[in-house]
Each structure stands twice: as C-alpha cells, then as structure tokens.
C-alpha cells in the first residue's frame, strides 16, 4: 500500500511542479528541509517511512472526485480514494453523470421528466453507496449529479468543484446500456484540469 501511495505522490508531485513554478520553489524548500530533519543514522526502511509520513505536509490533496456509474467496476475507484483521503486528510466527492436519450422533439416534455427521475435515483444510488461503503459524514464533502456526456460533465465538475485529483476506472456502464467507458477515462486523461489516477478492472491489487 505504501509503495502505491508512494508511486501516485510521486505522479501528482511531477504534475503540480510543471503546472506551477511557485509551487516548485515551495517544494523544494520544503524537502531541503525537511531532508534536514531525518537523520542519517536513521535506518534505511524507518526513513522511508519517515518521508511518506511528511508528504501530506508537502502536497495539499484537499478534495478528491469519483465518478461513479454504479457498476461494480466504478465503485473499485471508491476504494482507492477512501485510502488516499484517509492519507492525506482528504474530502471526496462522489460524482455520477446522467447521459442524454435521444428521443423524437414531440417527447421533448415527457423526457424532461424522465430526466428529473433519473437524477433523483441517481442521487439516492450515491448515498446509497456512501452508506455500503461505510463512508464517514465528515470524509464526504457530497454527492453531486450532472446531466450531459460523461467525459464533458466530468473534466467540468472538477474545474467548478476545484477537484485535486479525480480517481476513476477505466471500465463500466456507459451509454443507453453497458458499454465500455474506456474512451471515457481516456478523454478525462486528456481533458482534466488536475492529475486523474486510473484504475483498471482487473489489476494487482494495492488496497
């Protein structure tokens, strides 16, 4: 678990120092001093896990976002956040897109009301999964429910919701049935305005 946590600082760390050269500077003051601190007589592993420790103070992960379309798939996403919030002391965001139906202009109004319908159980499905997961009132900052395409609705919620890091998986339901969301992680990748940490469906497990 650590070596994970330690891989995806590492990632997070790379990306904040080439978005921000006022955050490089504070970062390297940061770990001069913090070097400084560990002594040399320290024993190799104990220093590691003395530098893993510190990284909270370093990287400020505040808010974590998890788009979650009710597969069991996407709720594996759910489980590497609660780990990085409980590192970091973070709040996590539970997201779910309703996506558009086509339907014919004279359906315009009926569908509208499908479409309340459907957040409403969407939203309830989130606090739904809130409470299997056994989730703490004060690690969920809240659920929120978006109307749209995925991809779009996603990289949008994490810019107004000054996401820090978005967790999702690289497969689950999508579309007017189950289909395959991986184009949609790929445009999250692409599209998102802080690093995205991917979680595939079948994978050496770290939490």
């Known amino acids: 678990m650590r070596v994970w946590l330690s891989f995806a600082i590492r990632m997070i760390l790379l990306w904040q120092k080439a978005k921000s050269d006022s955050m490089k500077t504070k970062l390297s003051k940061t770990r001069r001093s913090t070097s400084l601190k560990i002594s040399r007589t320290t024993p190799p592993r104990a220093r590691k896990l003395q530098v893993i420790e510190l990284v909270p103070a370093l990287l400020k992960l505040k808010t974590i976002l998890v788009p979650i379309d009710f597969s069991e798939t996407s709720k594996k996403a759910l489980v590497y956040a ?98 395959f969301m991986g184009s949609t992680a790929e445009r999250v990748v692409r599209h998102a305005p802080c690093p995205v940490l991917t979680v595939r469906e079948k994978e050496h497990e770290f939490v």
Do not use: W
Request: proline content about 4%; overall charge positive; aromatic content about 6%.
């Open 82 to 179: 609660v780990r990085m919030a409980e590192q970091f002391g973070s709040k996590i965001i539970l997201l779910n897109v309703v996506e558009p139906v086509a339907t014919p202009d004279f359906a315009y109004h009926p569908l509208m009301l499908e479409t309340d319908k459907a957040k409403s159980a969407a939203k309830a499905g989130l606090e739904q999964v809130c409470r299997d997961a056994l989730l703490s009132a004060k690690m969920v900052d809240r659920v929120v429910v978006r109307y749209g395409t995925p991809f779009a609705e996603i990289t949008s919620a994490a810019r107004t919701l000054k996401a820090d890091l978005i967790i999702l998986t690289t497969h689950g339901y999508s579309g007017l049935k189950h289909v």
